[in-house]
């Protein structure tokens, strides 16, 4: 039977892409409307975010400067779904005619066109191996005709499948134990404080902080000063925090709120002067940054989400800060700060590799060195 089934040069290339790009770099496919003959294929983690598979004829130059002239419009587009503002392209064309010139495949290195006609013209190419280097031993396969046909098949299919239930996984909503606790939390510590008013023992006031009552720095974040005030950081804290945990994890969300929290005290210390603060808002803010975060590693799918509801609730909400008198917008901006350079250091699921895990530590400690040391040394001048 496999002597039945022979594949011509061109698509035998074209599988072979596309099993190693799928299964061995995570590449997922783009749906575009009205392309054909071309495969494109995503990985915004990787230096070519954007790979093309083209098996189209290309005739001449003409046809040539179109499809470049396409592919722009099309990148244009993936760079404001992703929020993207560099997306390099790899064109690998299987079937270039003769009258397409050389000069033609030269130019901008963030778009690189390649013309394959069989497996050593990717080999021999230094920018692919450069890239990619174990592609010329991921090509290579011992199973030919339709054995070769079903196990590329089956290997993109189980990948995919795999890479569904993940993310289905990933975006399954889970009860939010933390947010939940948190708002509890927050719920009695304002009655307790009503019925005793003990409110001004707790609040973040540099001078006691400076004295040496470091705690409030953090009791600060769980006091609020009225029913509309509790009443409106406890939805925004349900509404962002449920999803927020149910991504990142309950112990990673639980930290990010807390030295979210931190982070906006000290701002207060450094802009406030001797005024108090108090209220979730700042640690709130840093879930706001969490969520960009993770929605940024996640903007194939997010893009969107991220561009049109989460940055304009930030936006608006500091514009709201600055407009109304009597709203600590400093804990606003350290938490949001704060909360953005904590979750690089946590790192996210399957997304932030080792070396940005390092480089968010990294931030993180000379970020929250800088702004203890503006807190408590320069500001108290």
């Not at 609730?313 to 709203?327: V, Y």
Request: some cysteine; charged content about 20%; overall charge neutral.
């Amino acid at each position: 039977m496999n002597q039945q089934i022979n594949l011509d040069e061109k698509n035998l290339i074209a599988m072979k892409l596309l099993h190693y790009f799928i299964t061995e770099k995570n590449y997922n496919p783009i749906i575009l409307q009205g392309v054909e003959d071309e495969i494109w294929l995503e990985n915004m983690d990787e230096d070519y975010k954007v790979i093309r598979i083209v098996s189209g004829y290309i005739h001449n130059d003409e046809q040539f400067d179109f499809d470049k002239f396409k592919t722009k419009r099309i990148v244009r587009k993936i760079k404001k779904k992703t929020l993207t503002l560099n997306v390099n392209v790899l064109s690998i064309f299987l079937d270039l005619g003769d009258n397409v010139s050389k000069e033609e495949l030269v130019g901008n290195p963030n778009a690189l066109c390649i013309k394959v006609n069989d497996e050593e013209d990717i080999i021999n190419n230094n920018e692919i191996s450069k890239v990619f280097p174990d592609i010329t031993k991921k090509l290579k396969f011992s199973e030919k005709g339709i054995e070769l046909f079903t196990k590329i098949t089956n290997d993109i299919n189980k990948h995919n499948e795999e890479d569904a239930r993940r993310l289905e996984k990933l975006f399954t909503s889970k009860l939010p134990y933390i947010t939940v606790t948190l708002i509890i939390i927050n719920i009695l510590i304002y009655l307790i404080t009503v019925l005793t008013g003990s409110v001004n023992n707790f609040v973040n006031y540099a001078p006691a902080v400076r004295g040496g009552e470091y705690y409030r720095l953090l009791t600060a974040i769980f006091l609020h000063g009225n029913l509309l005030h509790l009443g409106f950081n406890m939805y925004a804290l349900y509404i962002i925090g449920s999803q927020l945990e149910s991504v990142l994890g309950r112990t990673k969300f639980l930290i990010i709120y807390l030295l979210s929290g931190l982070s906006g005290s000290l701002f207060s210390m450094i802009f406030l002067g001797n005024g108090a603060s108090l209220g979730a808002s700042g640690a709130i803010f840093g879930l706001m940054g969490a969520l960009v975060y993770f929605g940024w590693h996640y903007r194939v799918y997010l893009g969107n989400v991220v561009k049109t509801q989460i940055l304009p609730i930030i936006a608006l909400n500091l514009f709201i800060g600055f407009a109304i008198p009597g709203i600590d917008n400093f804990a606003h901006i350290g938490g949001l700060i704060g909360g953005t350079t904590v979750t690089m250091a946590l790192g996210i699921k399957d997304k932030t590799t080792t070396f940005e895990r390092v480089n968010g530590i990294i931030i993180s400690i000379i970020y929250f060195a800088f702004i203890a040391y503006m807190a408590f040394v320069y500001s108290a001048k």
